[in-house]
């Protein structure tokens, strides 16, 4: 069965400083996989999304992923966060499409001044 | 203009009441799901429909019940509520065919409703 796994339940970092977000799958052939960002007290916004074709994919707010076959990762990064980027984050992954969309335990990501 | 909506967006009830929660869509999408956040933040996929045809039902109590009079809404209905159904639901929608993914055109979330049962 497919899995996501999201090693880090809490990331505190500064304001300014870099960040990595981990995420893990469960490996398989070919895989669709989605960062979501969640903002408090707000629905899941999608962040950026890999479906084929290169492998380091960008999305919005800066925000950018990198697809690693044989690590089976996609770890999200910001070169410098800002406070506004405090939020929870999602990896999910998909082995069909929408459908089967498995979604990863979230990330709390803290950004302090 | 709100891509997806639910109503409403906080509900607080007393145990054993029935409730429901109503989701629309304005993007075209053809499949149209339910998700259910807990406490901790998980997120897990309750129903999907397609075309107004159910596709998903994970092991979720028959307590709950979707129904989707066409393809822009699919609401959920609850009876019997219970203590730990007690959570923040979310709607969502998508194309059904991934190879029509382009831009924004992918799984998009409404804001949620929060469901207190006391």
């Known amino acids: 069965a497919q899995s996501v796994t999201q090693l880090d339940s809490q990331v505190p970092v500064f304001e300014e400083a870099p960040v990595e977000l981990r995420c893990n799958y469960s490996s398989s052939v070919s895989v669709y996989l989605f960062w979501y960002v969640q903002y408090p007290n707000q629905g899941l916004q999608l962040l950026l999304k890999y479906l084929s074709g290169s492998t380091l994919v960008k999305g919005i707010n800066g925000f950018e992923a990198e697809f690693n076959k044989s690590q089976t990762s996609f770890h999200l990064r910001k070169p410098s966060v800002h406070i506004s980027d405090t939020a929870e984050y999602f990896c999910?992954?998909?082995?069909?499409?929408?459908?089967?969309?498995?979604f990863g335990t979230g990330t709390r990501l803290l950004v302090s001044p | 203009d709100t891509a997806v909506s639910q109503t409403p967006k906080y509900l607080v009830t007393q145990m054993g009441n029935d409730k429901s929660i109503k989701c629309e869509q304005n993007?075209?999408?053809?499949?149209m799901y339910w998700y259910k956040q807990d406490s901790k933040k998980f997120l897990k996929i309750m129903f999907s429909?397609?075309?107004?045809?159910?596709?998903i039902n994970e092991t979720v109590p028959n307590r709950f019940s979707p129904k989707s009079p066409d393809k822009a809404h699919l609401n959920l209905h609850i009876n019997s509520l219970e203590l730990g159904d007690s959570a923040v639901y979310f709607c969502?929608?998508?194309?059904?065919?991934?190879?029509?993914?382009?831009?924004?055109?992918?799984?998009?979330f409404g804001a949620g409703s929060r469901l207190t049962v006391l």
């Open positions: 993007l075209g999408h053809d499949t």
């Open positions: 429909y397609n075309n107004k045809e159910l596709i």
């Open positions: 999910a992954v998909s082995y069909t499409g929408f459908q089967k969309l498995v």
């Open positions: 969502a929608s998508s194309p059904w065919d991934l190879t029509k993914i382009s831009g924004a055109n992918v799984l998009t």
